[in-house]
């Protein structure tokens, strides 16, 4: 029987965010270093509720088509100057996340759920494959049928993770995603929180391989 104390490292993110693509290489280290100790968990944060939060009062001025036109050129500049932190490369090329009509990331948060609801084992790689299609391939993730061609590239059940999509339980299993960081005060994405045993510790924004390795043999002292 395996009694091995786990170490529980749960990020908060949201698939769209570029940070988290930049810190895949160091989650891999983690996993090299630490083997089945290590146990990765995503809690879905819903970074763009409504892109006109982020959006500049020139940008708001404009009709929507156009002012989220060009919010996604300034939000492309803004994810190719992330790319230099973790060497990962990032194509901005006809970036165009948003539209008047799909203005939010929560579907994308949603689609994770989904992909957990159907096969957890499948999850992370629909996340990782999301992150890529949304970041590299530039595809517009924000739309279902792109959601659904990531779960098909996934090898999930396409019927059944729309079902999950549509029917309500993923989307209810993202609103518990937002009570728990809500309940942690947390407000800079991404976010990681360790657990081991009875101790925890909240790691805010990027953090190296160092200095996660420090922080979680601190723990295991």
Request: aromatic share 10%; with cysteine; charged share 25%.
């Amino acid at each position: 029987m395996n009694t091995m104390k786990k170490i529980i490292l749960i990020t908060f993110t949201d698939p769209m965010m570029g940070l988290s693509y930049e810190q895949e290489p160091v989650y891999e280290k983690l996993a090299n270093h630490f083997g089945e100790e290590l146990v990765f968990k995503y809690v879905m944060s819903g970074l763009v509720r409504d892109v006109a939060d982020f959006m500049l009062p020139q940008e708001l001025a404009l009709p929507a088509e156009d002012g989220i036109r060009v919010y996604n050129k300034r939000l492309a500049q803004i994810y190719k100057s992330e790319e230099s932190i973790g060497g990962l490369p990032i194509n901005m090329e006809g970036f165009h996340l948003f539209d008047a009509d799909h203005r939010s990331s929560y579907p994308l948060c949603i689609a994770y759920k989904a992909a957990q609801l159907c096969d957890p084992v499948k999850a992370d790689e629909f996340l990782l494959r999301l992150r890529r299609a949304t970041i590299v391939e530039t595809r517009q993730t924000t739309r279902i049928d792109e959601l659904v061609a990531v779960a098909k590239a996934s090898d999930l059940d396409t019927d059944e993770f729309l079902r999950y999509f549509e029917n309500g339980s993923a989307a209810k299993a993202f609103e518990e995603d937002l009570r728990l960081r809500h309940a942690l005060n947390i407000h800079s994405l991404p976010t990681c929180l360790i657990e081991y045993g009875e101790k925890a510790a909240l790691v805010n924004g990027l953090a190296n391989y160092e200095e996660f390795v420090n922080i979680i043999e601190r723990m295991k002292a």
